[in-house]
């Protein structure tokens, strides 16, 4: 077996791993406690190969179908917030078509990449609302990263995030999300849930693939 052992899930904490499917030799582990999958951590990419892999993406914010896209998860936020409220886009890519069209909705939106929008004093501000769309499922370390964004979020703010949740186990070793190289955590509705309730956050799934969660109006 390949990938060495993990201890905690890097989703929920929890000591409840199991070993789901070894694709290619590659390990990946299904956590019994937030029903999530994670690739081994020997098999994580570089951030030289994720960098790689992203700018083969073709994000234009003048792609009227990207737009579309993405407006699955920018709708039903706009139809949540008060007016001019400030964002941050997290993991916006190079080309942060999300943030364009919230802000010509009348919000503020600052950007973070660790690739492209590297820039640090965008997290050192907090924020009435968080995006973060087809970013998740490339987090090495979610927990960690879940709790920077509560962090960030004001008391009342939002998290919006769009990612495909894993439905069928069946189809898992040649469904398409897996085979992205760069797509190492993948997510369940209950593994959401569980999230959400380890924040203290209310969830939403509005349309599919949408999770909109809302961090507790006190501290």
Known sequence: MSG????????CGAEALIVFMVIDGSTYWRCEACQATLLAE?????ISQERARYESHHNDPHDLAYCA???????PLIERLAPA???????CGPGPALAQM???AGHTVALWDPIFFADKAALDATYDFI???EVVEHFHQPRSEFARLNSLLRPGGWLALMTTLQTDD???????YRRDPTHVTFYRAF??????AQCGWQCEMPANNVVMMRKGTQE
């Open 102 to 104: 919230l802000t010509r």
């Open 4 to 11: 060495g052992s993990l201890r905690a899930c890097r989703v």
């Open 85 to 91: 409220k400030s964002g941050l886009d997290y993991g």
């Open 170 to 176: 069946a189809r898992f070793e040649q469904w398409y």
């Open 69 to 75: 896209f993405l407006n699955k998860v920018a709708a």
């Open 191 to 196: 593994t959401m849930r569980h999230i959400a």
């Open 131 to 133: 995006t973060c769309t």
């Open 42 to 46: 020997a098999h994580l990419p570089t």
